[in-house]
């Protein structure tokens, strides 16, 4: 199994970007998913989930009303929508598939796989 994240950039504050994770091998609507970031000098931290078989995303405060996650129905992408970013969100930003997601969480459990990071940076 591999995903593979993309999408990253630089993109000036108030700007946009889309994440993309595609996963080889598994069809990610049956897994728990989620992104996570590290900055530098930070430890990796959650950004946001969605269990497996659920539509509904977790997101962690900092991020909420601005970051949308997504997945295709029955495929093997999955998306973070990134808008208002900010300098503070500059980050490497993984994607993971889990076996199990705690609801309105990112605590999971069993099988885990995760992808290349992708780089965002917020600057003007």
């Known amino acids: 199994v591999q995903l593979q994240a993309s999408g990253g950039g630089l993109v000036q504050p108030g700007g946009s970007l889309r994440l993309s994770c595609t996963a080889s091998k598994i069809t990610l609507h049956y897994w728990g998913i989620g992104w996570f970031r590290q900055a530098p000098g930070k430890e990796r931290e959650e950004v946001s989930c969605?269990?497996?078989?659920?539509?509904?995303?977790y997101y962690t405060d900092s991020v909420k009303g601005r970051f949308t996650m997504s997945r295709e129905h029955f495929g093997n992408t999955m998306y973070l929508q990134m808008d208002s970013l900010r300098p503070d969100d500059t980050a490497v930003y993984y994607c993971?598939?889990?076996?199990?997601?705690?609801?309105?969480?990112?605590?999971?459990?069993?099988?885990?796989?995760w992808g290349g990071g992708t780089q965002v940076t917020v600057s003007s």
């Open positions: 993971a598939a889990f076996d199990e997601v705690v609801r309105a969480s990112c605590r999971h459990h069993g099988r885990e796989y």
């Open positions: 969605i269990g497996p078989n659920d539509g509904s995303a």
